[in-house]
């Protein structure tokens, strides 16, 4: 078993003028980590106004047109590592990602997925939220490993990307401003041609009456420690930012 439960570097930079390199920057450190040229990797951060496709969006003979109503909605279209379909990041919510090292990657999803839904979870019940791990039919990117409050409104999203050596989970947190998703995703899942009920769109604001980004986050790192991880604050150096400048073309939609 790979030591996934001992030091994890933590770092926090965001790129909010640059969303597409953000997502390079997560790229790159998968790469590297799987490479065996990083510890694993913890990226926590708050992140701009982005709508984040997955690769099967790209794919569609409609992604033009919801790149379009993205930008339409004020929001700046992406390509992110991660699968899964259309999400919304804003400075309401809070990025999450996690990167590590295992030579046999697709041994673990189903793990890797149940520990990350639950320590999630764990940390918005410490709050007082009614957290439960699960898919709300309707939801938005739907998933089976989404976070949702009383199992109807989803509040936290996960994907995962496998490589050669390791491993990327990638995780979006709606803290407050759900109307804020439900405005972006409204016309873009109209241009994709994807059915969903906005209903499911929730925050944490929407279940404690307030939504505290620190809180949340200190949460989150309180359960990571608990769970065994040593947390050790990291920057980014210059030989990933480099790779990341190299990769970020690829995390651009066309045109």
């Avoid at 597409?20 to 799987?34: C, N, P, Q, T």
């Avoid at 033009?64 to 259309?86: H, K, Q, Y």
């Avoid at 999400?87 to 673990?108: E, K, N």
């Avoid at 938005?140 to 996960?158: D, E």
Wanted: net charge negative; aromatic share 4%.
């Amino acid at each position: 078993m790979p030591a996934e439960y001992d030091e994890l570097a933590l770092v926090r930079e965001s790129f909010p003028d640059r969303p597409a390199y953000g997502a390079a920057v997560s790229r790159a450190i998968l790469l590297r980590v799987a490479g065996g040229e990083l510890p694993p990797t913890m990226r926590l951060h708050r992140p701009a106004r982005t709508l984040a496709f997955g690769r099967q969006d790209a794919a569609s003979d409609r992604f033009g047109d919801a790149v379009r109503a993205a930008r339409g909605a004020g929001f700046e279209p992406i390509v992110r590592l991660a699968g899964g379909r259309a999400a919304v990041y804003h400075p309401g919510t809070i990025a999450l990602s996690h990167a590590l090292h295992d030579p046999r990657p697709a041994g673990r999803t189903h793990a890797r997925f149940e520990r990350l839904a639950e320590t999630c979870a764990a940390a918005l019940r410490r709050l007082g939220v009614d957290a439960r791990v699960g898919e709300v039919p309707g939801e938005y990117c739907p998933g089976a490993w989404s976070v949702n409050a009383r199992g109807r409104s989803k509040l936290v999203g996960i994907g995962q990307r496998i490589i050669s050596g390791g491993a990327h989970l990638g995780v979006v947190i709606v803290v407050r401003d759900s109307a804020a998703v439900r405005g972006a995703l409204l016309p873009v899942y109209e241009a994709l041609g994807l059915e969903w009920d906005p209903a499911t769109a929730g925050s944490v604001e929407d279940e404690l009456g307030t939504g505290d980004l620190a809180a949340v986050e200190e949460s989150i790192l309180s359960e990571l420690s608990e769970a065994g991880h040593e947390l050790v604050d990291a920057t980014l150096d210059a030989e990933t930012l480099a790779l990341a400048a190299r990769h970020e073309s690829e995390h651009r939609p066309p045109g």
